[in-house]
């Protein structure tokens, strides 16, 4: 390895929207990528960061470039997951056994009973695997988070996340629930999360509303009883208190008080990337609540709406 870099790197999913956050936060941590595998081949900007990384459209090529490296000095030490969701379970496999720590979006897997064999194969291995959780480093949660775990008391939570997405979203990989797990794994992911890390066990969740664009419902955690309202909507956006409103609305509301989740936001994966270099990243064991409550939350009946659901429900009904 080039001594100037502390690690090497390849990615899968290079052409994805998430993509240049990765590299951004691979290059800002003195890292190099060596090479990236994506089935399309529109990712010129990879050289704004890395001119002389390798670029693989086949993965059986990509696979055998990572193995003819793996003996050398300039082997691969992480490898990076940014493919569909669906894909995530088996390419963290292939990072395992190429024996490269791991880096994957969010969601690490869609069913959860697929990280116990993730786990099996760390071991194995002797590699772990690393989960991009970045709103937990969100400065106003990390303060939030600090002032909880001070406190013995119950927190009354809204949250409030309408993110339009245009006519693209639903013929893309995203639009197909098979592939995406649908808007709960696909943007509700980051919110199930924060619950868990924030207030802890999972007491009670009910759903009160479920669509392909939207769901609403309320959980009951250890720390505190919650309703979320979770939308690709666009339209929803106008029953917010100003009309006509283009940009998102992430609100995160606890005992009155607003945190906007849309700003100071888009440092955080390179801080995530930071984290997991000094050892100090999100591992399975940490993320796996979040992900089985999402599941739990797709799985669930609808149960009729009542004075704890979300306020904006009753308006769109």
Not at 159 to 188: A, F, H, M, Q, V
Not at 194 to 211: E, M, Q, T
Not at 285 to 292: Q, T
Not at 297 to 312: C, E, G, Q, R, T
Request: proline share 3%; hydrophobic share 35%.
């Amino acid at each position: 390895m080039n001594k100037n870099y502390r690690y090497n790197f390849a990615l899968i999913g290079l052409a994805g929207y998430i993509a240049p956050r990765h590299l951004e936060a691979i290059k800002k941590n003195n890292c190099n990528l060596k090479c990236s595998l994506d089935i399309n081949d529109s990712v010129g900007f990879v050289e704004k960061y890395f001119p002389n990384s390798y670029f693989f459209t086949e993965i059986g090529r990509f696979d055998r470039y990572i193995d003819k490296i793996s003996r050398t000095k300039d082997k691969i030490n992480f490898i990076t997951i940014c493919s569909p969701n669906y894909l995530h379970d088996s390419h963290i496999r292939l990072g395992l056994r190429s024996k490269s720590h791991v880096i994957c979006e969010k969601p690490l897997v869609i069913n959860p009973w697929n990280l116990d064999a993730i786990e099996k194969m760390q071991r194995e291995y002797k590699k772990k695997v690393y989960s991009i959780n970045q709103l937990r480093l969100h400065p106003s949660i990390v303060k939030l988070k600090n002032k909880i775990d001070k406190s013995k008391k119950i927190y009354d939570v809204e949250i409030t996340y309408i993110t339009p997405r245009g006519n693209w979203y639903k013929y893309s990989w995203k639009g197909d629930e098979n592939k995406s797990g649908g808007i709960l794994y696909n943007i509700g992911i980051h919110l199930f999360d924060l619950i868990n890390f924030l207030f802890g066990k999972i007491d009670d969740s009910k759903v009160n509303f479920a669509s392909e664009n939207c769901y609403s419902g309320v959980i009951r955690a250890k720390r505190a009883n919650i309703r979320y309202f979770l939308s690709i909507d666009k339209n929803h956006l106008n029953y917010i208190n100003k009309k006509n409103l283009v940009n998102p609305v992430k609100i995160l509301k606890v005992d009155g008080i607003n945190i906007d989740l849309s700003k100071n936001f888009d440092n955080l994966h390179t801080l995530s990337y930071k984290k997991i270099l000094d050892k100090k990243g999100f591992q399975i064991n940490s993320v796996r609540s979040g992900i089985e409550l999402t599941y739990l939350i797709k799985k669930s009946k609808i149960s009729s709406p009542n004075l704890d659901s979300h306020p904006l429900l009753r308006k769109i009904r």
